[in-house]
C-alpha cells in the first residue's frame, strides 16, 4: 500500500498541475486578460478572522479523518479560489463584505454578491476537478459520468451566475427571497457562505432529483451564510424568487422555532456542503462526536480517488443520522469567547 508521505506528495504534485492547467486566461467578471488571479475568500477573510487562532483554522476534512489531507489551514489558504482580478475580488464585493452592512439590513444586491462569489467558486472548483480527474483517469470509475456532471455542473451555475450579476448591473430591487435572517448575540464557532442543491425536505418530499441527468432539468440551490462577527453572528438563509422548488421548504421552516430552525440549519451545513470553517476553540469532544462526523463524511465519500485504501473510509451513507443526534454549533452553547473575556 502506498505510504500516507508518498501518497501525500503525489497529491500536492497532481493539485499543482491542476491548478495550472485549469487556470482561466482572463478574470470572470471583467472579462480583462490576467497573468495572475487574485486569492479570493469563498467566505470572506473579515469573518474568518473573527473565529482564527492565531490564524489558523480547521475545515470541513477535519471530521472526514483522510490522512493524505492536512487538517488545519491559515486563513490565507481557507476557502480560496482564482477566478477573478484583484481588482473586481476588492470592489465588486464590497457592499456585503461589510460587518455594519451585514448586521443593519440585508438588501437584494448584497444578496446577488453573495450568490456571485459561491457560483464563481463553484465554477473554479469544477475547472480544476476536470483537470484532475484527466491527470488521474486511469484510476476513476465511470470518469464519463463524472465529465458529464461537471458539465451540467457548470451550466448550471454560470446561469445562476448571470442571474445574480443582473441583478446587480440594472439595480433591481427584487430577485432573492429571505427564508432567515437573523442576528445572534453571540459568535458562534463555524463560518460558512455555501449553496445547498437539496435533494429531499423536512418530510422527505424530493426538492431536486440530483440523480437525473436530464440537461433539460435544473437543480435549484438556496444559499446558506454564517457570518461571526464581532461580538454577534449573523444567519442568512434565502433562494432565488424564480427557484420555486424551495417554496415548500421555506413554509415548513418557518413554521418551526428559531431554536429548531438553527437546529436544521446546522444539520444541513454538515449533511450537504463542505465550505465551512471551523474555530480551534471547539472542544475536542465536539470535534471527535460520532454522529457529527459520520453525516460529514456522506458529504465527502467523492474524495477517495483510489489513492487511500476504501478500507481506511467508513460507508457513512448506510448511517441514519437524525437532527438531534448531532451538537448544535450555532446554538449559545457552543458560543466563543469574546477577546478579553473569561473563558466559559
Known sequence: MISEIDARKALSQILKTSRAESKPAECFICKK???????SHSVPRMILDNIATSG??????????????????????????????????????????NEQN????????????I????????????????????????????????????????QNADFNYRRAKKIIDKELKSGYKIILYEKLPYVVPIAAQTG?????????TIVNNIYNLDKTIRMQNMHLCIFPLKIESVIILFYHKDDRNYVSFEKKFLKKTLGEQLKIINYLL???????????????????????RNLSRQNHMGLDFNILNKENVPNANKIIIGIDDVPNLLSEEYKLALPNTETR
Do not use: W
Not at 121 to 141: A, C, D, F
Not at 196 to 204: A, G, H, M, T, V
Not at 274 to 292: H, R
Open 33 to 39: 486578460t490576467q497573468t495572475s488571479f487574485c486569492n
Open 56 to 97: 489558523c483554522l480547521l475545515y470541513s476534512v477535519t471530521l472526514v479523518d483522510l490522512p493524505i489531507i492536512d487538517l488545519e489551514k491559515g486563513i490565507n489558504n481557507s476557502g480560496t479560489f482564482h477566478f477573478i482580478c484583484k481588482e473586481c475580488d476588492s470592489s465588486f464585493f464590497s457592499t456585503y463584505e
Open 102 to 113: 451585514l448586521s443593519t439590513s440585508i438588501t437584494n444586491k448584497m444578496l446577488a454578491e
Open 115 to 154: 450568490a456571485i462569489k459561491y457560483y464563481l467558486m463553484q465554477m473554479s472548483k469544477r475547472h480544476l476537478e476536470s483537470s484532475l480527474y484527466n491527470i488521474i483517469s486511469q484510476n476513476i470509475k465511470g470518469k464519463d459520468v463524472l465529465d458529464e456532471c461537471h458539465t451540467l455542473d457548470l
Open 196 to 204: 445547498i442543491c437539496l435533494y429531499k425536505d423536512l418530510d422527505d
Open 270 to 292: 454538515f449533511k450537504e456542503t463542505e465550505n465551512y470553517y471551523i474555530s480551534k476553540q471547539l472542544p475536542a469532544k465536539v470535534l471527535n462526536n460520532t454522529n457529527l
